[in-house]
């Protein structure tokens, strides 16, 4: 099947969402574009997207429609609010939400699709701006593995990883796993470098010896060098980190599980953001543990 | 004066807050979900009704008494709520704990249809609501505060207007925050004695008198050193309860570390089943984080 003749629709087109697009269209998909500003489906239009009114519209005349929206209600919303994807979805189409949201949610709508005989994939990403514009994010994909081999050739223009976790749900829960650990890893590069500096030792040469051994990661890396040059631009925003972490937290708070360390660092970005650090990179967090530790 | 009165929500609490009410010498016509929760109260001379809006009808003042935030909003303002039949000048108090931001909503929603608002979350437990014993925390118009406060005083001893519509709900915020982590240091102090091969009842006994007293110990202590978790407060309640200061606070964009480490244990709790025990069985989570 030449990628002409597969219907592809598009809802979301903010700062990852565009891109996203865009790089679909660039693989030679016709696309149905739609995004609550009407002025964001310009730049789409100009590359020969067909712009809609609704959710609804777009939906009616695609194969497949990938959601890229903010979070779990702006998601619950699209699919199933008024003029929403699924009173324009036909049976056997696949709805593809790539916002990041609550597993627990995502189960829930995938069952109402398939009340209507439409398929449903979560394959949040990662990667940031960077990733989407170059096409190299990584996805996280839950759904019938049938389901995800149809759409494969279209994830393959949005990213380089692209890996298949498990059913309906298992690519939020990876996701939300992914932030788990780099929340982590954060505080506690911030942590460290905060113990150095009052040991009278310099951060940058322990990050260098840190490079070497188990405490190697791609976040000693990248945060630790932001941390050291004090050069807090974005990267990944606190604001939107916040708000990943309490998917995550609310998620463990609905089902009964216990994250400590997950719920201490939620508590540290919410202090940045009440200092008005929402818009700087995370790798701020270290002013939290440094503002902690002030006055001696 | 104040005499007829509505009371919406029978279960542990209300029930024996709207008895209270009834020994006061006050009229009241209830509504509870379940219709065998109301038989008791018509027993004792209450007006069973058939919704929230039939126990407003013609009431100077109208109680709720529910547990989440949505059934607030429910009884209230939705269909067949109080809105619909509480008149003009009638005064709507939630004595439930919920949301400070879905309280002012509420009291502005209700302020359009010139009907007052108070919130004034308890505390206290189930034993306070039937011995007339409980705390009362209140926001809303000082004026309004006193024409209740009589109303307020058969149902609890230590009643304090805080400042406006849902000061009431924060300052119950505040006392969750600091009762939880309390009962957080008291599981962990227990199981650390008994590590170290103590008699927890001596302890319960000898930390009674000192500066770690309190009634967090005196009470939920004491059901630890029993192993007695018949609740007293269900888990799942506080569990609700921290979720609600934990919404705040992420609102706000400040960091309470100790809350959000006691509700990480509050969720293995309720993962473990615990949800319908009393909150000090919160023990055996720190017990089992660390088996000998």
């Known amino acids: 099947m030449s990628n002409m003749n597969v219907n592809v629709g598009f809802i979301g087109l903010g700062i990852m969402g565009k891109p996203m697009a865009l790089n679909l269209i660039k693989g030679g998909y016709p696309l149905r574009v739609y995004g609550r500003r009407v002025e964001s489906m310009a730049p789409l239009a100009a590359a020969g997207a067909h712009a809609c009114a609704s959710p609804e519209e777009v939906a009616r005349a695609a ?74 994010l990584s996805l996280m994909v839950g759904g019938k593995p049938e389901v995800f081999t149809r759409v494969k050739p279209l994830f393959e223009r949005l990213g380089k990883k692209i890996v298949h976790i498990g059913a309906n749900g298992a690519g939020q829960a990876a996701k939300a796993c992914n932030q788990i650990v780099a929340s982590m890893t954060i505080e506690g590069v911030a942590e460290a470098f905060t113990f150095a ?31 050291l040059d004090r050069d807090f631009r974005p990267g990944f925003k606190v604001r939107l980190h916040q708000k990943d972490l309490r998917i995550v937290m609310e998620t463990a708070h609905q089902m009964g599980i216990a994250l400590p360390g997950s719920a201490l660092v939620a508590q540290h970005l919410n202090a940045l953001i009440g200092s008005g650090d929402g818009e700087l990179d995370s790798s701020a967090l270290v002013q939290v543990i440094e503002r902690l530790n002030e006055g001696r | 004066m104040l005499t007829q009165v509505g009371f919406i929500g029978l279960g542990v609490m209300g029930k024996p807050m709207a008895m209270n009410l009834i020994k006061g010498g006050y009229s009241l016509r209830v509504y509870g979900r379940r219709k065998e929760a109301m038989a008791p109260l018509v027993e004792a ?152 091969g103590l008699d927890s009842a001596r302890v319960y006994e000898a930390l009674s008198g000192g500066a770690a007293q309190s009634r967090v110990l005196e009470v939920l202590g004491k059901r630890m050193v029993e192993r007695n978790y ?57 017990e089992a984080i660390s088996k000998p």
């Open chain 1, 63 to 136: 194969d497949m429609t990938f959601i890229m929206v903010s979070d779990t209600q702006d998601v619950e919303q699209v699919i199933l609010g008024p003029k929403g994807v699924l009173s324009g979805a036909q049976p056997g189409a696949i709805v593809v939400d790539m916002s990041t949201i609550s597993p627990v949610a995502t189960r829930s709508l995938a069952s109402r699709l398939m009340d209507h005989g439409v398929e449903m994939l979560d394959a949040p990403v990662s990667g940031g701006e960077t990733g989407a514009v170059n096409g190299t």
């Open chain 2, 45 to 196: 001379g209450a007006v069973a009704c058939g919704s929230a809006e039939e126990a407003a009808r013609g009431c100077d003042v109208i109680f709720t008494m529910v547990t989440t935030t949505r059934d607030v909003q429910e009884v209230v303002l939705g269909e067949r709520g109080v809105i619909a039949g509480a008149r003009p000048g009638a005064i709507v108090v939630d004595m439930g704990t919920i949301s400070p931001a879905a309280t002012r909503a509420i009291a502005a929603r209700l302020a359009e249809a010139g009907i007052e608002a108070l919130d004034a979350p308890v505390s206290g437990g189930g034993i306070g609501a039937i011995s007339g014993n409980l705390s009362i925390m209140v926001g809303g118009k000082p004026e309004i505060f006193e024409q209740v406060k009589p109303l307020f005083s058969c149902m609890g001893k230590n009643i304090v207007h805080i400042g406006p519509n849902s000061a009431g709900q924060v300052a119950k915020a505040c006392n969750q925050m600091v009762m939880l982590i309390a009962l957080q240091g008291l599981a962990e102090a227990f199981t650390f004695a008994r590590r170290n």
């Open chain 2, 230 to 286: 018949d609740p007293g407060i269900e888990a799942r309640l506080h569990y609700k309860d921290i979720q609600i200061v934990l919404d705040e606070a992420h609102t706000l964009g400040m960091a309470l570390p100790g809350t959000a480490l006691v509700m990480q244990m509050f969720n293995a709790l309720i993962g473990r089943g615990g949800g319908n025990q009393d909150s000090s069985q919160l023990i055996e989570v720190i």
């Open chain 1, 197 to 227: 500096r009052r040991n009278g030792v310099d951060p940058g040469r322990v990050r260098e010896a840190l490079l070497g051994g188990f405490a190697n990661s791609r976040i000693l890396e990248v945060h630790g060098q932001r941390m």
